[in-house]
């Protein structure tokens, strides 16, 4: 297949005869699904499920982050044509991916949403699939990670962000997306001494046993060896990404509800990301683009790298 044939493919989200290959339809045209991967609730054989959680109850400053998903799916029409750059290999050629959706749930009924999120996340694991998860709010991690340990028990976590997300917070009725670690820790889903936070920059006096790489360690330092770093605390457990896209500077992702300069560049991120390759990743999710607040798309189209690079890393053991 080449670019000629957008002249007779279009809605691949539908119409693809099968779950690999890459796509060649009008990027401004056709049924938007991720990477223009078919739309299905069929998980059978399927090794990463692509799934969107439209919710955002509230964030620090700006919301919209319930317009993520459709945001990043649109921005990756850009990226359905070739194998992701640098890798050496095309992911979409070697495992069977899917666009599972968004999750249903009623806006009224807030309560009921972690527990929402934990059976869709559940169903994806339960068919043996990886999940990749577009948010959405940052909370949405802590419903996952109890489907996720649930299954796998306590994971190693990666942490993009700006905050470290540990504050205080007793309260098991909240629904907040600053204090989802901070509840993944005490409830024994993640490990703590495994786990690493990258591109942090907001003071925070607990931060849980996590190791913290902050972002001006990462401009100090240098990629290799923030990457050396995070690699030794990780280890060979299995480990689950989170990446909160306020991990970038604001000035590579200014559509987003808690924007803090000196953040991470794209690069870099781009770089830390490649380098986790072998590592035992088994799921991960992009939240907090709000696209009301970046009118270049800019903010989008870096949350959909972040998702090919998340399926990439998946691929590895594949290639």
């Known amino acids: 297949m080449a670019l000629e044939d957008a002249k007779t493919q279009v809605d691949q989200a539908f119409t693809r005869d099968g779950l690999r290959g890459l796509s060649f339809e009008n990027a401004f045209g056709g049924a938007t699904s991720f990477l223009r991967r078919r739309y299905t609730k069929d998980?059978?054989?399927?090794?990463?499920?692509v799934t969107g959680i439209p919710f955002d109850q509230a964030v620090t400053h700006r919301p919209g982050s319930r317009f993520g998903p459709r945001a990043i799916r649109e921005a990756s029409t850009l990226q359905a044509f070739d194998a992701p750059y640098g890798w050496g290999y095309d992911p979409l050629s070697v495992m069977d991916v899917v666009d599972y959706g968004d999750m249903a749930f009623d806006y009224a009924m807030v309560r009921d949403v972690p527990g929402r999120i934990e059976a869709h996340l559940g169903t994806i694991l339960d068919a043996g699939a990886a999940p990749?998860?577009?948010?959405?709010?940052?909370?949405?991690?802590?419903?996952?990670?109890?489907?996720?340990?649930a299954r796998r028990g306590p994971v190693a976590l990666i942490q993009f962000d700006a905050h470290s997300d540990t504050w205080v917070d007793?309260?098991?009725?909240?629904?907040?997306h600053g204090t989802f670690l901070y509840k993944a820790i005490r409830e024994g889903l993640v490990d703590p001494a495994a786990s690493v936070s990258v591109g942090i920059r907001t003071d925070n006096p607990d931060t849980m046993g996590v190791t913290i790489?902050?972002?001006?360690?990462?401009?100090?330092?240098?990629?290799?060896?923030?990457?050396?770093r995070m690699r030794a605390v990780v280890g060979d457990r299995p480990c689950y990404l989170t990446f909160d896209i306020d991990a970038l500077d604001p000035a590579f992702a200014p559509g987003t509800g808690t924007p803090v300069w000196g953040g991470l560049a794209s690069w870099q991120a781009a770089a830390l990301m490649r380098g986790l390759a072998g590592t035992r990743l088994i799921g991960g999710d992009v939240v907090e683009v709000s696209p009301p607040y970046d009118t270049t798309g800019a903010t989008a189209i870096a949350g959909a790298h972040v998702g090919m690079?998340?399926?990439?890393?998946?691929g590895w053991g594949r290639r």
């Open 213 to 228: 790489l902050d972002a001006p360690s990462v401009h100090r330092d240098g990629v290799e060896a923030t990457l050396a």
């Open 43 to 49: 998980l059978t054989g399927v090794d990463v499920a």
């Open 132 to 149: 990749v998860t577009f948010g959405g709010d940052h909370f949405i991690t802590l419903p996952i990670l109890r489907a996720v340990a």
């Open 309 to 314: 690079e998340l399926i990439a890393l998946l």
């Open 170 to 176: 007793d309260d098991a009725e909240r629904i907040d």
